[in-house]
């Protein structure tokens, strides 16, 4: 008597259209993060130009001589010890 081997079923039997599938969601979700990565590098460089603007704007550059606000202290309202400023 001859034995009949069982057919074998084989795992992982895959097709074509699931690689399809797979393939295009890679492709995309990779498409996808350049998209991102490219929108951000653009809204980075909007955001430097925006501060450095307004810093141009807040800090102007000096015009001429710079004289304080506040008149320096005469000789007889001032009295200095240099011996107060070492540290020992």
Known sequence: ???LKPSRQRHQVKSRWYYIFWGTATLSVFVGQIYVGSG???MSKAFNRIIDTTLKVIEPRPRGYY???VP???SGDF???EQEMVIK
Do not use: I
């Open 79 to 81: 009295t200095f010890n």
């Open 72 to 74: 320096p202290p005469q």
């Open 1 to 3: 008597m001859t034995k």
């Open 40 to 42: 951000y590098r653009q």
């Open 67 to 69: 004289a304080p606000l």
